[in-house]
């Protein structure tokens, strides 16, 4: 299993500023995603943080506005940059982890609540 | 790429009573089908999960049932208690060690006592 503690919980933030939300996991995780949940809806993928090299994103997310960095197997930081109201989400770390000999599952940290205003 | 849909949005139910939220999935590749309850304030957390070398797995009071032929799956909670009252999503993925999840929309669950 992992335990994912991600930082801040929740923040306020002006618009035109950036803001680093980070995700520490207590084991060394091959894959680590970051999503966004805007108010009241599913989960959407924005990239896969890859160890040692350049993040992998989705469409609809480019890496100026949500840089992301993955020095080593257990710690990852998303950026948001140049923020406006619409980025007012939550932004949820996941990992993904053995839980027996031939199982994998993801696991989610509890989510930055970011309110831009 | 993959889609999933998942129904109702909201479901309200009686303590006690059974609840069955559905979804369907678009890419027959898809072969890993994990459900996650979100309560407020934190993330999602698993529930259950099946794989598509089975057709209906069972945890206590939750179930749930896959058909690959329809594409469909659905999540079975029965004798539900105010506690699991949350968000849950339903998820589809290729292979769950190395590709994606692609989520539902959410189904908004109220058990009143």
């Known amino acids: 299993s992992a335990v994912i503690s991600q930082k801040p919980s929740r923040d306020i933030c002006q618009r035109g500023t950036s803001l680093t939300i980070q995700c520490q996991v207590d084991?060394?995780?091959?894959?680590m995603f970051w999503y966004r949940q805007q108010p009241g809806q599913s989960l959407t993928l924005i990239a896969t943080a890859n160890q040692g090299s350049e993040a992998t994103y989705e469409s609809g997310f480019v890496i100026d506005k949500f840089p992301i960095s993955r020095p080593n197997l257990t710690f990852s930081t998303l950026t948001v940059s140049n923020m406006s109201p619409e980025d007012s989400s939550i932004y949820l770390c996941?990992?993904?982890?053995?839980?027996?000999?031939?199982?994998?599952?993801?696991?989610f940290g509890q989510g930055t609540r970011l309110t831009v205003v | 790429g993959e889609n999933v849909e998942q129904h109702p949005s909201t479901l309200s139910v009686q303590e006690g009573d059974s609840a069955v939220i559905k979804c369907t999935y678009s890419?027959?590749?898809?072969?890993?089908f994990p459900w996650y309850k979100q309560e407020l304030g934190k993330g999602p957390q698993l529930i259950i999960d099946?794989?598509?070398?089975?057709g209906e797995k069972k945890d206590q009071r939750i179930a749930v049932t896959l058909n690959k032929t329809a594409k469909h799956f659905s999540l079975h909670i029965t004798e539900t208690q105010p506690e699991d009252s949350a968000v849950y999503f339903c998820?589809?993925?290729?292979?769950?060690?190395?590709?994606?999840?692609?989520f539902g929309k959410g189904t908004m669950l109220l058990v009143s006592p």
């Open positions: 998820a589809a993925s290729k292979n769950p060690g190395y590709s994606t999840l692609t």
């Open positions: 084991s060394q995780v091959t894959m």
């Open positions: 099946i794989r598509s070398n089975v």
């Open positions: 996941s990992v993904v982890a053995r839980t027996g000999v031939t199982n994998t599952e993801a696991f």
């Open positions: 890419d027959s590749a898809s072969n890993y």
